[in-house]
């Protein structure tokens, strides 16, 4: 499982920062959550499934210097990118499920997941890691995939079987089960727990470009390779666009909680 997540990663940085350039949305989703997290300068956070960095930029924006900045991943491609963004921080390979092996306990400010927790099978344990980096009264926050909708409607329980006409899943599928990240949370030992969602309109050509980063292809067509995956991506848009979609934006929530 985390060598496909790595490898699908790997593939993708090219067509990830280029759907960023189209549509601002992780920086946009990066904004939100520091703002919820209460991200102050002089803080010293971690980004966990940093990425190409478009995370740890905003984190850097938000705490006036990358001094007290520490990017996680687990694609050494993704890093790469990373590194040349945001020179002044530090970026560490490794497993966001071990966070304990690579944060020093106590050392954190805040913690937190910008569009990752959703790719982590074990997230509890990645929870627990988090905490023990937490000082006391420290923040976790992370946001994830709660919905895509095309002319108010549901993407993927309302359009995709009649788009697809079969062959992908009913629903993007992740290692984890979102719905329980509250219960998870509570259980790791945080308190304070806060939730909501947050919606950014896209346009047609900024969710298919969305669907079309090898990373998130695989969520709908997992057992396709990357051209074919792109393919039938490409076919499930120009059917919309054939009939005249308007609007098309993604839903995220979010979850924020105090040690
Ligand atoms: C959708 S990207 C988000 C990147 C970044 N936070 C941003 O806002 O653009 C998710 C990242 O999580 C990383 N990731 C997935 N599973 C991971 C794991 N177990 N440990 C560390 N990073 C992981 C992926 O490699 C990828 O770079």
């Not at 699908?8 to 759907?19: G, I, T």
Request: charged share 25%.
């Amino acid at each position: 499982m985390k060598d496909a997540v790595r490898a699908n990663f790997d593939a993708s940085p090219s067509d990830y920062d280029s759907f960023e350039e189209a549509t601002g949305l992780f920086a946009f989703l990066a904004r939100e959550l520091a703002a919820r997290a209460g991200i102050a300068p002089g803080m010293k956070v971690a980004d966990v499934g940093c990425g190409t960095g478009l995370s740890t930029a905003v984190l850097r924006e938000a705490t006036g210097g990358g001094d007290g900045l520490t990017g996680i991943d687990l694609s050494p491609r993704m890093l790469g990118e990373a590194r040349r963004r945001v020179p002044g921080a530090r970026f560490i390979e490794g497993d966001a499920e071990r966070l304990e092996t690579i944060l020093p306990s106590l050392s954190q400010d805040a913690v937190l997941y910008n569009a990752c927790v959703f790719l982590l099978p074990d997230a509890p344990a990645s929870l627990r890691g988090a905490r023990s980096a937490l000082r006391d009264r420290g923040t976790v926050a992370m946001n994830f995939i709660a919905g895509a909708y095309v002319d108010g409607r549901e993407l993927f329980t309302e359009l995709f079987p009649e788009w697809t006409g079969g062959g992908a899943h009913p629903a993007p599928r992740f290692p984890c089960d979102t719905s329980k990240l509250g219960e998870y949370l509570g259980e790791a030992g945080f308190q304070d727990i806060r939730s909501g969602t947050v919606d950014r309109e896209l346009g047609l050509a900024g969710l298919r470009r969305f669907y079309s980063v090898p990373a998130q292809s695989a969520s709908l067509y997992p057992k396709l390779e990357a051209a074919g995956r792109r393919a039938a991506v490409g076919r499930m848009f120009d059917l919309a666009q054939e009939r005249g979609v308007r609007s098309a934006s993604m839903r995220w929530a979010w979850l924020v909680a105090s040690k």
